[in-house]
């Protein structure tokens, strides 16, 4: 069976089939399986025949050749010669050149050359820096090295600091957004509070008031952490439900200030190794009405997107309004059908302790 030819990475491949092929056929069936060759060529391959005589093997595989072999054995001879490149530790004192990264480092104007050549180290610095360096010899050019790195030394120290304090004032930012909403600020408070910070950090240290200053603390950044927040708890609580042996649930409904019902969801689990996790599930917004079926639904797709099993609910705590725990058509009835209709075990008391 003759392979597809798409160029370089195949095209060997693809002779050596055809080369089989060629003698086992009879001499005057040879057209007819240079017609079946074409077909298989595709891409670089098919370009490189385009407008070309291809009714004889021999001259279409020259073609080919010449078209995909020098490009394989230029890659593979610079892959060999790059393994066998190494820095030498007299290339510092002779041209001002450091191993860095994996790279070559020029002390004095910080260029870099990633290929490891003696001959591309002498280039640079006889035509860059050997007419200002050249009659520095002995101990003064061994102090200039040293002057060098120490100078690269504390330009890496300086970056380090700089994303250290970056870290710092994205950490600042995400506490403050979770006092915020631990405390059920608005977040329009947290713009009040970095002039709070600023006028007290002005009287107290002065010299840090700029460090504060690059706290981000405006309002789309409070919004952004907050939500940034609550997905990371999500997935922590998505880790942490398939350890569960069982869990129980309590959901209340209350509907806020733009008549839309609000459905909170809480859990509280055990593991094996009687570990209790409780936190607050999901919350849903009902629009319409909001039946036992309405409430069901919202449950069963939160039960979804947790991950959580039915089979394993030993117990909800309802606010005991009717659509909450009616055995007919309340939320707790249609868990129960669900549950029966799975063949489950029933272990579902309900409680009105929210009521």
Not at 180 to 208: G, H, Q, S, W
Not at 259 to 271: H, K, N, S, V
């Amino acid at each position: 069976m003759i392979p597809t030819c798409t160029g370089e990475r195949d095209v060997y491949q693809f002779i050596k089939a055809c080369d089989l092929a060629c003698s086992a056929v009879e001499k005057d069936d040879l057209p007819i399986l240079m017609k079946f060759d074409n077909t298989k060529l595709f891409d670089q391959a098919l370009n490189v025949c385009l407008y070309r005589d291809m009714s004889d093997w021999e001259g279409m595989k020259l073609i080919l050749l010449d078209a995909f072999e020098p490009q394989r054995l230029t890659s593979s001879l610079q892959i060999a010669l790059n393994s066998h490149c190494i820095f030498k530790e007299d290339w510092t004192e002779l041209f001002f050149f450091i191993e860095h990264g994996g790279k070559l480092l020029c002390l004095i104007c910080n260029k870099t050359i990633t290929v490891m050549k003696e001959y591309n180290v002498r280039r640079h610095y006889d035509n860059e820096h050997k007419a200002k360096f050249e009659n520095l010899t002995g101990e003064l050019r061994q102090n200039k090295i040293k002057h060098f790195l120490t100078s690269l030394s504390s330009q890496q120290n300086i970056f380090k600091s700089q994303n250290t304090r970056n870290e710092a004032s994205v950490r600042a930012s995400y506490v403050v957004a979770e006092m915020l909403a631990k405390n059920n600020r608005p977040f329009t408070d947290i713009e009040f509070f970095k002039k709070c910070m600023l006028a007290v950090t002005n009287e107290v240290c002065p010299e840090k008031i700029k460090l504060f200053g690059e706290i981000s603390l405006s309002t789309r950044t409070c919004v952004r952490r907050t939500e940034e927040l609550g997905n990371n708890l999500f997935s922590q609580l998505k880790d942490i439900i398939p350890s569960l042996d069982c869990f129980s649930i309590a959901i209340d409904e209350s509907t806020d200030i733009s008549d839309t019902a609000q459905l909170l969801i809480f859990i509280r689990g055990i593991d094996k190794e009687f570990n209790i996790y409780e936190e607050l599930a999901d919350m849903c917004s009902i629009k319409g009405t909001t039946t036992g079926e309405d409430i069901f639904k919202n449950i069963e797709n939160s039960f979804e997107k947790l991950g959580l099993l039915l089979k394993k609910l030993i117990s909800i705590t309802t606010d005991g309004g009717k659509n909450m725990s009616g055995i007919h058509k309340g939320f707790v009835g249609r868990i129960k059908t669900k549950m029966i209709d799975n063949k489950f075990e029933i272990y579902v008391p309900i409680s009105d302790v929210l009521k």
